[in-house]
T-cell receptor, first 111, second 113 residues
Framework: QKEVEQNSGPLSVPEGAIASLNCTYS??????FFWYRQYSGKSPELIMS????GDKEDGRFTAQLNKASQYVSLLIRDSQPSDSATYLC???????????FGTGTRLKVLA | DVKVTQSSRYLVKRTGEKVFLECVQD?????MFWYRQDPGLGLRLIYF???????EKGDIPEGYSVSREKKERFSLILESASTNQTSMYLC????????????FGPGTRLTVT
């Protein structure tokens, strides 16, 4: 069974701090990795994708990928209360079109 | 803006009823998906359609069927609803060549009593 693991949280950080969200995956052949943000009572929205080892930056968000360690992370700089949400890690299962989603990490940014 | 709409936000049905959940997207996306989301289990794929009348089973297709007669519309059918199908159902869509950039609808919270 291919798995994606996330700490459910909540992860609490003060406003202005860096929030670090982590995800590990079991399928060594996975090539595509995604982060979705889901506000309470809302549907997920795609915020980042990463395909190569290293960092990918988009505004206050940085995705980091380490395929050797089977680890992907999302850093949110200058965290704002509006960043409070559940962050879902999704991994494309190798050899298929399917995503495998983690159960999400709940982030709380304290004003 | 991509818009994916779902027919109901909340639905309550009785065990054994036939249930239809409908999803419509207005961005001419080829791919459409049905997921369910449950606490502690995350998002799980029920069915996927890559074209009109074409479908693929996801990870948990048992107890569900789908219909895609028009490109913009993808329906999920629960032939005989059961209490273990109480869940949040999410529809998503994407372009054919950007399969993994999926846009989600607002969800339908289905309760089967």
């Amino acid at each position: 069974q291919k798995e994606v693991e996330q700490n459910s949280g909540p992860l609490s950080v003060p406003e202005g701090a860096i929030a670090s969200l982590n995800c590990t995956y079991s399928d060594r052949g996975s090539q595509s990795f995604f982060w979705y943000r889901q506000y309470s009572g809302k549907s997920p929205e795609l915020i980042m994708s990463i395909y190569s080892n290293g960092d990918k930056e988009d505004g206050r968000f940085t995705a980091q990928l380490n395929k050797a360690s089977q680890y992907v992370s999302l850093l949110i700089r200058d965290s704002q209360p509006s960043d409070s949400a559940t962050y879902l890690c999704a991994v494309r299962a190798s050899g298929t079109y399917k995503y495998i989603f983690g159960t999400g990490t709940r982030l709380k940014v304290l004003a | 803006d991509v818009k994916v709409t779902q027919s109901s936000r909340y639905l309550v049905k009785r065990t054994g009823e036939k249930v239809f959940l409908e999803c419509v997207q207005d961005m001419d996306h080829e791919n459409m998906f049905w997921y369910r989301q449950d606490p502690g289990l995350g998002l799980r794929l029920i069915y996927f359609s890559y074209d009109v009348k074409m479908k693929e089973k996801g990870d948990i297709p048992e107890g569900y069927s789908v219909s895609r007669e028009k490109k913009e519309r993808f329906s999920l059918i629960l032939e005989s609803a059961s209490t273990n199908q109480t869940s949040m159902y999410l529809c998503a869509s994407s372009f054919r060549d950007r399969l993994y950039e999926q846009y989600f609808g607002p969800g339908t919270r289905l309760t089967v009593t």
